[in-house]
């Protein structure tokens, strides 16, 4: 059986503002592991999306992360795919490493 894609969204810090994140990913797991984060702040503060934009978005290019321009935007435009540094700490710009 194959596993369906999800999307997950929740808030990140990059550039010293708080932004909307989502990523499309098969589990929690792996959407941490692309995220960084660590599973008592993702259970905490993370969850399954069911937005259409967002879904549409994140469903176009699964395991990429986006951010939105606006905290919950309605636009698809509002949404930019998301880099990853060396340090771990989200950033536009950089190689996303997997």
């Not at 999307?7 to 499309?24: K, P, S, W, Y």
């Not at 503060?45 to 992360?65: D, F, M, Q, R, T």
């Not at 998301?82 to 190689?95: A, D, H, M, P, Q």
């Amino acid at each position: 059986m194959i596993r369906p894609y999800k999307v997950f969204g929740g808030l990140i810090h990059n550039d010293g503002q708080q932004v909307r994140c989502i990523v499309a990913t098969k589990t929690k797991k792996r959407a941490m592991e692309l995220l960084g984060l660590k599973p008592s702040y993702f259970n905490d503060y993370w969850y399954e999306s069911g937005n259409k934009i967002e879904l549409e978005v994140a469903l176009k290019s699964p395991e990429k992360v986006f951010i939105s321009k606006n905290h919950y935007s309605t636009v698809k435009s509002d949404y930019i795919e998301l880099t990853k540094t060396k340090t771990g700490v989200c950033e536009k710009n950089e190689t996303f490493e997997i």
